[in-house]
């Protein structure tokens, strides 16, 4: 880790563009370690085991037809900052040219805000379904990334074996991979929401529709992984959510500031929003019934419905 390297790649920002992304790569880069990926072959055949495995578990519960990504990595943090660069990218596109009236500092600050958010997320992330949102080809393939040096660091605080920690991970991420894969319409909705809604801030103003829509999707898909995971993961995994949850809310105040400034707990909303969604659904009915959620985007619930999952179940019920 280099930090006087870090901060002279922000300071040394340049180009015409609201962040110069090289250096914010560059930048996160150098202030993050990258971590072993030294893996012995049997450990390298356990990702790909628990990956077939996830794959088999989810579609049995599921009922859903679905292949996992061909691009299916293990990282390095540095890994996953270049592989994630490109995406941060794309979506800060069209608020490229607000630089104000100081563009040099702004472009400064800019690059430095990115380095600091790709940075954090590099140590942290543990695995990654990437539906590629707003890819230049749009069929291009998606990618399944596992972090290793950060699942092997969580398992280690966490005290849990790192086996079955990276297990439920994969298990995880490919419930995500089950959902884009049953609704081929999935990716171009949240991509339409995602650019109305950064069309709207770079243009000074906030399209509250947009970003409520998109929160319901975001929250459905959360929702749908874990009843899949409390169906398909072949072991109980009570302690290991228990035990994430409480290092989230033990954190230290800068942690827990990062975590809000990046949305975090609105993610953390959307897992219990949507799970307990679904836990009313199937409550009510079945897996096949709240699967019907992925047939068609005028499936999906309201607002409303997400807090009233009988309401949902009756709509589709005379549908």
């Known amino acids: 880790m280099n930090l006087y390297r870090s901060v002279r790649a922000v300071a040394g920002a340049s180009g015409d563009d609201a962040v110069d992304w090289r250096a914010a790569a560059e930048a996160a880069k150098a202030s993050t370690e990258p971590g072993s990926l030294e893996l012995d072959p049997d450990e390298e055949a356990a990702y790909a085991r628990d990956v077939r495995d996830a794959r088999a578990g989810v579609q049995e519960a599921a009922g859903l037809e679905f292949d996992v990504p061909d691009v299916v990595e293990i990282q390095n943090r540095h890994h996953w900052i270049d592989a994630n660069i490109a995406t941060f990218e794309r979506v800060m596109a069209p608020m490229e040219s607000q630089l104000g009236a100081f563009p040099g500092a702004a472009r400064t600050i800019n690059t430095g805000t990115m380095t600091v958010l790709l940075a954090f997320l590099g140590r942290n992330v543990l695995g990654q379904y990437d539906p590629l949102l707003l890819a230049e080809t749009p069929d291009e393939d998606h990618a399944l990334y596992f972090v290793r040096p950060n699942i092997l660091k969580a398992a280690e605080v966490l005290d849990v074996d790192s086996d079955r920690f990276r297990r439920w991970i994969a298990f995880h991420e490919v419930t995500h991979a089950a959902e884009f894969g049953a609704a081929p319409w999935l990716s171009t909705h949240l991509e339409s929401r995602m650019q109305e809604g950064i069309d709207a801030l770079a243009e000074g103003s906030f399209d509250r529709n947009a970003f409520r829509e998109l929160d319901v999707t975001m929250t459905v898909v959360e929702g749908y992984a874990e009843l899949l995971m409390d169906h398909a993961f072949d072991d109980e995994y009570a302690d290991l959510r228990r035990k994430l949850d ?19 707990g609105l993610k953390q909303r959307q897992y219990e929003r949507g799970k307990s969604f679904f836990e009313g659904v199937t409550g009510a009915r079945d897996v096949a019934f709240a699967s019907r959620v992925w047939d068609h985007p005028d499936n999906l619930p309201t607002g409303e419905e997400l807090d009233d999952p009988g309401r949902w179940v009756r709509r589709l019920e005379r549908a």
């Open 246 to 264: 409480a290092r989230r809310q033990g954190r230290g105040p800068i942690q827990r500031l990062f975590r809000r400034l990046l949305g975090l």
